[in-house]
Nanobody, 128 residues
Framework: QVQLVESGGGSVQAGASLRLSCSVS?????????MGWFRQFPGKEREGIASIYTGRETTFYDDSVKGRFTISLNSARTTLFLQMDNLKPEDTAMYFC????????????????????WGQGTQVTVSS
């Protein structure tokens, strides 16, 4: 069973950068899986912000982070990254990585309900 552990969160000033990592263990990420980054604001549901299809490394982004965040996966498919630049106070949230095997229909790539394996999350706090 795939196990995911996030790291790299912290407290930064607006405009700063952070790089989140998600380490994979206990199972294998194949070349036909999806991996994604999600965030959750207090009292809100988890929302997808970036995902990657491992087969073609096709990426998907929510409009709220497009142009500022970059998702990537190392060649061994053991670590997922989220480079976050130009952070804003509204990016303050708990960030989670997740994965799921198999095909996801279009527009489901950022749907948290479609993902099977989840990490415990890492907190990102951005102050103004």
């Amino acid at each position: 069973q795939v196990q995911l552990v996030e790291s790299g969160g912290g407290s930064v000033q607006a405009g700063a950068s952070l790089r989140l990592s998600c380490s994979v263990s206990g199972g294998v990420i194949t070349n036909s899986d999806y991996m994604g980054w999600f965030r959750q604001f207090p009292g809100k549901e988890r929302e997808g912000i970036a995902s990657i299809y491992t087969g073609r490394e096709t990426t998907f982004y929510d409009d709220s982070v497009k142009g500022r965040f970059t998702i990537s996966l190392n060649s061994a498919r053991t670590t997922l990254f989220l480079q976050m630049d130009n952070l804003k106070p509204e990016d303050t949230a708990m960030y989670f990585c997740a994965s799921v095997g198999g095909y996801l229909p279009r527009f489901w790539e950022l749907d948290a309900k479609k993902y099977k394996y989840w990490g415990q999350g890492t907190q990102v706090t951005v102050s103004s």
